[in-house]
């Protein structure tokens, strides 16, 4: 009962990590810069988060809000660098007929698996003005624009990793895996070891046993 325990308390430690860390946690997919509803023109940088335990890479794309085709257009090469709160892109505009688009963050991990972060609304104003509350000066009078929606409050980030964390993540699972495996060896081998002891040790009180009673039987003849 003993063993079995140890083995499943080693499979938990060792296997349920490595499935866990696929799980999507905030942060690891997530745009900053633009924001739902934002107007931006001209070349913008993207701002955001995009990393992972299992990263492997990341890819930005944009497509238009009513595109009912879903034609999504890319934004460079797929990234190998994870980048936690910082810059992830360039969005050159210029050549982007004006209207209202959809942004995609794509981050790719191991075992073809992926995260996908879309920011609803950025507007592009590069010919067109861009909507703003303005105030005469003397008349009280002014343009009205409904304001931008209201971004859900995004729950407090994880702990920055490093660009390295993943591999040192992966050493510390290849090192657990390493000691589990050790220590099963080495209960085996105790187990082992016991079991041979305790069949010589019969096996020499059965020989003492015969011994004694063949002496017996000889001071009996006697």
Do not use: C
């Not at 050159?92 to 920011?119: A, W």
């Not at 994880?158 to 895996?177: E, K, N, Q, V």
Request: proline fraction near 7%; hydrophobic fraction near 40%; avoid cysteine.
């Amino acid at each position: 009962m003993i063993i079995k325990r140890a083995v499943i308390l080693v499979f938990i430690l060792l296997i349920v990590p490595m499935f866990s860390s696929f799980a999507q946690a905030p942060g690891y997919a997530e745009i900053l810069e633009p924001r739902g509803g934002e107007a931006i023109y001209g070349v913008f940088t993207i701002k955001g988060s995009a990393s992972h335990p299992s990263f492997q890479a990341y890819q930005l794309s944009f497509a238009l809000t009513n595109d009912s085709t879903e034609t999504w257009f890319l934004l460079g090469e797929p990234q190998p660098n994870a980048v936690i709160e910082g810059g992830i892109g360039l969005w050159d505009t210029t050549g982007i007929t004006d209207g209202d688009y959809r942004l995609r963050l794509e981050v790719f991990l191991e075992n073809d698996q992926s995260i996908v972060t879309v920011v609803e609304g950025v507007r592009i104003r590069n010919q067109s003005p861009i909507e703003t509350v303005t105030a005469a000066p003397i008349a009280a009078q002014m343009t009205f624009t409904p304001p931008p929606p209201t971004r859900t409050p995004r729950p407090t980030p994880l702990a920055p990793l490093s660009t390295d964390g993943s591999s040192l993540i992966r050493r510390a699972f290849l090192a657990g895996g390493i000691l589990g495996l050790i220590a099963l060896g080495s209960l085996g081998m105790y187990l082992f070891i016991r079991r041979r002891a305790q069949v010589r040790w019969g096996m020499l009180q059965m020989r003492q046993f015969l011994r004694n009673q063949t002496r017996n039987q000889k001071k009996r003849n006697s």
